[in-house]
Every structure is written in structure tokens, then in C-alpha cells.
């Protein structure tokens, strides 16, 4: 069964420090390079790039801009899933930049509500249409990643400004090390079950009883020996 991930954003999105707005397809393309995923294949079809793995997951980043270009952006992910014979909100998800949560976070979000106006017209084309009463549609899921807020005073950008500045070195630092790393892996655990083998490196707590570990682990011995 083939899963696919679509990281919204433009061409440039993946030249560090990443454009605010663009950090789906940054995500996309870092995951592309550290899973050892297939080279990037273009498609004229779906209008967009595809890398393979042979988990069975693939990657997109649609050719059209989706924080400038949303008509053919609707267009290309809904072609992209048409082209990976992908029918259920199950099987795929949307990564994407969020404003409402801090550098170097990543949080999931199920349907177009409350979706930023550079993702938005992209969730609406692929989800389900809703209507009152039904309450069995489900949703695509969003793996939206925080890029910070603009300040309100009059002075800072507005937020179409502030999605096209580049983040600094050390926000984008964080997404890098910390962000995608944990998206990917939750996303993993998600598709293919809790046995799901990961790197698991990002999502390990060190607790105050690790500390003693080797104290514990040499008392167990002697106990087996009494």
C-alpha cells in the first residue's frame, strides 16, 4: 500500500536558513536524503516530483508554489494522488509551516480548519467534502511544523511577508535536529504499527533512574547469583 507525504512549498523552499512558509517541502526533501530514499522523479502527469522507498512510503513536493501558485497547486496534489492510486485521507498527509507554534516544534492536525492561508486551499482540494451531520469522513492529518509568529507591532512584516523571510541559522537549526527528525518517526509509528523500527534517538528521555543504571544492572546481577 503506497503512503505518500506532500511537503508544501516552492522551489527555493530548501536552501538553508529555510523560507518561513516553505518548510513542508524543506521537510520532505531532508527526509528524501536522511532515509536514503530513490532519487527525485519527475512526473508531468501529477505536475510534481516523487522519491520512492521501499517501505512503500513516497515522497511529493508539487511543481506550483501552494503559498502563491493555489490554483495549480490544487490541481497538482489532487493529480499526485490521483497518479499514486492513493483514495483514503489515510494514506497520505500534508507537511507544512505553522505559525501558531515555536521554532523547532512540530504538532498534528486532522482537516483544512484552522489551516494557514498557505496550506488551506491545497487541504480543501484533497479532503473529503464535510457536510452537517456526518460525522464518519475523515480527514487527511497535517504534520504542521512552527516557524514562529510575526511580532504585532505596526513595524514587523505582514504575514505574507513574514512566510517569504528566511528563518535564522539557528531556528532553522532546530527544525533540522530536532523537528523533522521526530515528525518522520511519529509518522512511521502512525502508518506501520508501534514495532515500526526507528532511530528513536529524538524521542529518548534520559529519566533520573537512567543515571543509576549501572548500579541497578550489577545489584540485578547479584541477586540472580544469591
Not at 26 to 38: L, R
Not at 187 to 211: C, I, M, N, S, Y
Request: aromatic letters at 10%; glycine letters at 8%; one cysteine or more.
Amino acid at each position: 500500500m503506497v503512503r505518500c507525504v506532500i511537503g508544501l512549498g516552492g522551489a527555493m523552499s530548501s536552501d538553508f536558513p529555510f523560507l518561513r512558509a516553505h518548510v513542508g517541502r524543506a521537510f520532505v526533501e531532508y527526509v528524501a536524503t536522511a532515509q536514503h530514499f530513490g532519487p527525485w522523479r519527475p512526473n508531468s502527469v501529477a505536475l510534481a516530483d516523487f522519491a520512492e522507498h521501499g517501505s512503500g512510503v513516497v515522497l511529493c513536493r508539487l511543481w506550483p508554489d501552494a503559498t502563491k501558485e493555489t490554483i495549480q497547486a490544487q490541481v497538482a496534489a489532487k493529480q499526485s494522488l490521483k497518479y499514486l492510486g492513493i483514495r483514503s485521507p489515510k494514506h497520505f498527509v500534508l507537511a507544512h509551516a505553522e505559525t501558531r507554534k515555536k521554532c523547532g516544534r512540530f504538532m498534528v492536525e486532522e482537516g483544512p480548519k484552522f489551516a494557514p492561508t498557505w496550506a488551506k486551499p491545497v487541504l480543501e482540494a484533497v479532503a473529503p467534502e464535510w457536510r452537517p451531520g456526518r460525522k464518519d469522513i475523515e480527514q487527511p492529518l497535517r504534520i504542521v511544523f512552527g516557524v514562529g509568529s510575526p511580532s504585532r507591532s505596526n513595524l514587523q512584516p505582514r504575514m505574507e511577508q513574514f512566510g517569504d523571510a528566511r528563518m535564522t541559522a539557528r531556528e532553522a537549526n532546530a527544525i533540522v535536529q530536532s523537528a523533522f527528525p521526530a515528525a518522520y518517526e511519529w509518522l512511521l509509528k502512525r502508518w506501520f504499527g508501534p514495532t515500526a523500527v526507528t532511530e528513536g534517538a529524538v524521542l529518548r528521555r534520559h529519566l533520573e533512574q537512567d543515571k543509576r543504571r549501572p548500579e541497578l544492572d550489577a545489584l540485578a546481577a547479584q541477586m540472580r547469583e544469591g
